[in-house]
């Protein structure tokens, strides 16, 4: 990426998205279609669980890659109704910040972006799955990130993003 923004002024910070794709998916229902006729007729609530994870790597060159990891389990019981993953990837060109925003950008910003693409496609995998539609909320990357800093600054085990 060139030290020149796109109005001539060199040493401008920059932040640019390159590319937003999907890194790897998967989907699986190890009990259908069994497990159809049980959530039917139990009165059992589902449990869904919800991992998050990112990590980012430097790919030289002002390009950083940022994968975004949601991991969605769902149970019935001791039976897993279906699990969902996506890992949604994002190619950021970003030059000219400081030290401690670069590492905000990554872990807050970029995951911001690509989460509501992550989420479509596990809404998708799991209605395509034929199971109820689930919408997952809003996650506050901005939060976790000043969670993450605060613990680090703390000195206490931080619940990391990176995975």
Same mark, same amino acid.
């Given at each position: 990426?060139? =030290?020149?923004?796109?109005?001539?002024? &060199?040493?401008?910070?920059? $932040?640019?998205?390159?590319?937003?794709?999907?890194?790897?998916?998967? @989907?699986? &229902?190890?009990?259908?279609?069994?497990?159809?006729?049980?959530?039917?007729?139990?009165?059992?609530?589902?449990?869904?669980?919800?991992?998050? +994870?990112?990590? *980012?790597?430097?790919?030289?060159? =002002?390009? @950083?890659?940022?994968?975004?990891?949601?991991?969605?389990? !769902?149970?019935? +019981?001791?039976?897993?109704?279906?699990?969902?993953?996506?890992?949604?990837?994002?190619?950021?060109?970003?030059?000219?910040?400081?030290?401690? =925003?670069?590492?905000?950008?990554?872990?807050? @910003? !970029?995951?911001? $972006?690509?989460?509501?693409?992550?989420?479509?496609? $596990?809404? *998708? /995998?799991?209605?395509? +799955?034929?199971?109820?539609?689930?919408?997952?909320?809003?996650?506050?990357? =901005?939060?976790?990130?000043?969670?993450?800093?605060?613990?680090? /600054?703390?000195?206490?085990?931080?619940?990391?993003?990176?995975?």
């Amino acid at each position: 990426m060139a =030290d020149v923004s796109a109005n001539g002024q &060199a040493g401008q910070p920059q $932040l640019v998205l390159q590319k937003i794709y999907i890194k790897d998916v998967s @989907y699986e &229902a190890p009990n259908a279609p069994v497990i159809f006729q049980e959530v039917g007729e139990t009165e059992q609530q589902p449990q869904v669980q919800l991992n998050l +994870g990112q990590k *980012s790597t430097d790919m030289g060159n =002002d390009l @950083y890659e940022v994968v975004l990891s949601l991991t969605l389990t !769902c149970s019935l +019981g001791d039976k897993t109704a279906y699990l969902a993953e996506v890992h949604q990837a994002g190619v950021f060109g970003i030059a000219g910040f400081p030290e401690d =925003d670069l590492a905000g950008i990554l872990n807050s @910003y !970029c995951p911001n $972006l690509l989460f509501p693409y992550a989420r479509q496609m $596990l809404s *998708s /995998l799991v209605l395509e +799955g034929g199971f109820p539609p689930f919408l997952l909320q809003p996650i506050n990357f =901005d939060a976790l990130y000043a969670e993450q800093q605060r613990r680090i /600054l703390s000195g206490s085990a931080a619940p990391t993003l990176n995975s």
